[in-house]
């Protein structure tokens, strides 16, 4: 079985990658640099560089491709949205995935299936309104984003291959972007919940992540959008209060909104003050069973 990944060098890319391996998958990883690749994904990883953008130099790898996921693009929470900075997540994303179904176009053997990863941003704020895969877009800079990149890839069809899309609530493990931005206030005495702490937050466990994706793969009854996230979403402020609990450290402190859309600009606003409910319902039809259906014992791994 053979499988292309983009991003893999990525928090879900390295984990998906050393998973396949592991499985005896060969995994073929397109990376804007090969040497930082392979030292990530080690020597049993095939590492192909690639610009982001195209699908010159390695769209022959795709003839025939058990699967293509295409994970890349500039991360969505790990710098403040500047309008440059949005252009490059923007264009990082949709170049990316018109990459993918160029290559799809060019080949004569056909892979058998795409898999396009995409974010709970697509809902946008929705207060107390339960999401599942047929709720509608939202509004915003990252629900427009979201609906951009994922249409990227919407050629594959067309060419017969089977798309699948995956949008992800916050993916929790160690090393994770939100477990590392909580640990050193919490760990210091000055852990605290955002806003009025009554938005929802819809997460994952990594662990979950990369099962669903295998599941995908491997031929459930699945079609189109799923949403990945576990089916218990909770209030800000309770993610916050067991985060202190697992650290055994308080959560007094209060961060109010308007500070937070001061220091963070619009991304405040359309990630962590967000309100999104999110129900994995063709997951949960489909019979998956989560290995962290509850927060605790999954902030308790990824903090361990
Ligand atoms: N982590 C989450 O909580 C979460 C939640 C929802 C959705 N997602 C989505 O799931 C995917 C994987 O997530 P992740 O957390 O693994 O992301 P990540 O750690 O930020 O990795 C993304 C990878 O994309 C590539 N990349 C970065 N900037 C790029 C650019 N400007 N142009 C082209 N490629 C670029 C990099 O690979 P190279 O440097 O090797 O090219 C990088 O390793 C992402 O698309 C992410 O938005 C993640």
């Known amino acids: 079985m053979r499988v292309i990944i983009t991003g893999a060098t990525g928090f879900v890319g390295k984990a998906l990658s050393s998973n396949l391996l592991d499985s005896g998958w060969e995994v073929i990883a397109l990376s804007r640099s090969q040497k930082k690749a392979q030292s990530v994904l080690g020597d049993k990883a095939t590492v192909i560089e690639w610009d982001g953008t195209t699908s ?13 996921i295409n994970l890349a693009g500039a991360n969505l929470s790990s710098r403040y949205w500047t309008s440059s900075y949005k252009k490059e997540m923007w264009d990082s994303r949709v170049y990316a995935g018109r990459a993918m179904a160029q290559a799809v176009m060019r080949a004569k053997r056909k892979p058998k299936m795409l898999i396009q990863a995409s974010a709970i941003g697509y809902y946008g704020s929705r207060k107390d309104e339960i999401l599942d895969e047929h709720s509608g877009k939202g509004e915003g ?18 060419q017969g291959v089977p798309r699948l899309i995956i949008r992800s609530g916050v993916i929790l493990g160690k090393g994770s972007v939100i477990i590392s931005l909580l640990q050193l206030p919490f760990k210091l005495y000055g852990g605290g919940y955002p806003g009025s702490g009554k938005q929802w937050f819809s997460w994952i466990h990594l662990e979950d992540q990369i099962r669903i994706i295998r599941f995908l793969m491997e031929g459930s009854q699945i079609k189109g959008i799923v949403n990945l996230a576990s089916p218990e979403p909770v209030k800000m402020k309770e993610f916050c209060r067991l985060f202190g609990k697992v650290l055994h450290k308080p959560m007094w402190v209060r961060v109010p909104a308007v500070v937070l859309k001061l220091a963070l600009g619009d991304m ?37």
């Open 56 to 68: 010159s130099g390695w769209a022959r790898a795709a003839e025939n491709a058990d699967a293509i």
């Open 268 to 304: 405040a606003k359309e990630t962590v003050l967000a309100s999104q409910k999110i129900f994995p319902k063709k997951l949960l039809e489909v019979g998956y069973q989560f290995k962290y259906p509850n927060l605790e014992p999954a902030l308790a791994d990824s903090l361990n």
């Open 141 to 158: 800079f990252l629900a427009d984003l979201v609906q951009a990149w994922e249409t990227s890839t919407e050629a594959v069809e067309a």
